[in-house]
């Protein structure tokens, strides 16, 4: 990897070329974020042997990564087709920029209006997934802010060759290159310097593990969207639909197990606790390894007993922690002990019971019926996602493009002089 | 002043107390806010002569203040019964909490809705004026979240007085008296603490001078919402009614000039400069000083040469820097230049002109033929403000109830597990 000589000085310039090209991209119509983004999709297209061959490169060197990382990293004709069509999807999305949020008149005859404006400069640092810098890119450029892309130093090769094609893209579309900017090497001193350059970078998003995660929030001097963990809780209330809450269990810890959104504990209703048997014994079936309280262990031979530490552990894997609650205040409370304010759920057939949960648990999404797999920017309708965020300001949840935009007020008058 | 031993247990243990407090609130009725709210008016106005009393010890220590300070601090009657009409004024807003912001349907039958949910914690750190103490207070209760106060060391007697008023008005409502505290002593290290309190404080608003905000900004671990300065510019166009120019430059710079949406640097195009000598001439003679660019100095013999510092210079004084510059195109770069992103006007008749200076002007507040002073959550019909925000994520301009809440995805199925 280059090290780079003078990290601040590297970053600050990139984010004045950033600024400058913002101001533009602020100003850029619809037709020609789109137009941009199609052209980058048709040049990924193009561009398809040349970014397998560095993706070939970074795989190369990749030998002492885990499968599943290696996994991650790897590239297919067919992905990189997923990729450009996904840039195509997000040209297609409605342009958030310009929209008129609210508008009111004053007794002074003041019109104010709340307007929809691109955030700015926008720092993404990533790890293994080539396709984020595809993502993170069109999301940025569809919503008017100019991207710095830190790849991880693994995928930095698949990054480039992918970069290459937004850069014509955003030639042939009139739009200035460096609306999208890659850091020129994978050196952790240039992520140092993003993350201390207030007023260069207005946001920056991290995507990828915990410890990742944990050190931009450490280290950053710059607002951070992002989350740390995804700790999701499902809870079997006593008037579940116990074979719903089956279907629903199973998806929302199997489909995928190292997403964000899978459940990572079960809570189960005390009244119901001997009733569950065939919903943990079907997960059993699959493989998945359960840690349950004491009371739950003589359901099933195969179930273990969870420690203190399994009520705080994201797996993101094939294994379950089950705890007995005392009904919905049970649940509520566990999960405010415990939770990661990402996504948590009842299985319920009693509304007011729903309700309670829904209302009181402080979590950026909460479901009803429903897995918590769907904790997703496309499957909530919004075509994408940068991220999902669980603090709680300024977006929650699923960030695509309008969690990537802020407002300013636009006050038209006629001469109007404040009294008093 | 206390010294305070521990200033991070200090801060740990009042913050628990808060979130306890929190929670409740979030679930608060608007009636049993707005009753509290009342009940504080009325026990404000029923501790008149105990408040007046504290504040008469802060005054007899603020000798070594001065004018402008000791009447920030000093209340009255009038000032007493001021506060406590605000206090009722924010008792009858609207409740933004459980606002469903957007509500929409998913192909698979998932219904989405986003909720408007109060922040939690939020911390307020201010300097001399006491009714900062009622404000803060009202708004936050208000939006259902709890507030931990800091006022400053020359205001602590005063409002503890307050705090009082607002603890009984809790207590005859029915909420916990925790929903509102004051720290137990000015000592800075407590406020170091507070803006270290990760997790236990989710946000700090500072209210105050450049070096009060700039210090929270800078030691704050925590969400900070708050503007460094305001540097607004008027900028009068060439196609300007110099009339309506005039009324609105004297108002935006001397109605009150220590406020933060006074004006402080006038921009004149050039191709109208020779016309502007009316319009500065009525400012000198209202005893403000001009410092010009040497191109204006003809106009009149009171005028001052303009130094580079002028033009980055907030005064909050009877003073206005004015530049010449090229058009809209000129007073555009200029703001960009120098501005501080809070508010800029722009006096035209050429509506062409003005939208592209209201398009292009990346500030929180941008107006067209009106004065700078209107920035003010009061005037823009929020009732009340917290403050003026500067900042580009969750909330910008004045902020008061709304900006004082986030939002949760409520999602409500019937049994959806997640394809794929």
Not at 143 to 168: D, K
Request: aromatic fraction near 4%.
């Amino acid at each position: 990897m280059n090290v780079v000589a003078a990290p601040d000085i590297v970053v600050a310039e990139l984010g004045g070329k950033a600024r400058a090209a913002a101001r533009r991209l602020a100003e850029a119509t619809t037709e020609a974020k789109s137009r941009a983004l199609r052209e980058a999709a048709a040049a990924l297209r193009a561009a398809e042997a040349a970014i397998l061959q560095a993706n070939a490169g970074d795989l190369a060197d990749a030998q002492d990564m885990g499968p599943a990382r290696v996994d991650r990293l790897r590239l297919t004709p067919a992905r990189v087709e997923a990729m450009a069509a996904a840039v195509e999807a997000v040209a297609g999305l409605p342009d958030p920029v310009g929209e008129v949020i609210a508008r009111w008149t004053r007794p002074n005859g003041l019109v104010i209006e709340r307007v929809r404006i691109p955030i700015g400069v926008v720092g993404i640092v990533y790890e293994s997934r080539p396709n984020v810098t595809a993502d993170a890119a069109a999301l940025c450029l569809m919503s008017g802010n100019a991207a710095i892309l830190r790849p991880g130093s693994e995928s930095f090769r698949s990054a480039q060759a992918i970069h290459r094609a937004f850069v014509g893209g955003l030639a042939a579309a009139g739009l200035p290159a460096e609306a999208v900017q890659l850091l020129p090497s994978a050196d952790r001193a240039l992520v140092g310097a993003l993350l201390r350059a207030e007023g260069a970078i207005d946001l920056v998003v991290p995507r990828g593990g915990r410890s990742l995660v944990e050190r931009v929030q450490r280290e950053a001097r710059v607002p951070v969207l992002g989350h740390l963990e995804g700790l999701c809780h499902t809870y079997i209330d006593q008037a579940a639909d116990l074979a719903m809450a089956s279907d629903v269990v199973f998806n929302a810890k199997m489909r995928r197990t190292g997403i964000c959104g899978a459940t990572e504990t079960l809570l189960v209703d005390r009244a119901i606790a001997h009733r569950v048997g065939p919903i943990l014994g079907r997960l059993l079936d699959a493989g998945c390894e359960l840690r349950v309280t004491p009371d739950l262990l003589p359901l099933d031979p195969r179930l273990k007993p969870a420690r203190p530490e399994d009520w705080d552990t994201e797996y993101l894997d094939a294994i379950l922690s089950v705890a007995t609650v005392d009904g919905v205040e049970g649940a509520i409370a566990h999960i405010a002990a415990h939770g990661s304010g990402h996504t948590d759920a009842i299985i319920t057939e009693d509304a007011a019971t729903a309700e309670r949960f829904l209302a009181r648990v402080d979590s950026a999404i909460v479901m009803w019926n429903a897995s918590t797999q769907f904790a997703d920017g496309g499957e909530f309708g919004f075509g994408a996602e940068i991220g999902i965020a669980t603090g709680r300001l300024h977006a929650r949840g699923p960030v695509a493009l309008e969690g990537l935009t802020t407002y300013k007020y636009v006050v038209r008058g006629s001469g109007q002089v404040r009294p008093g």
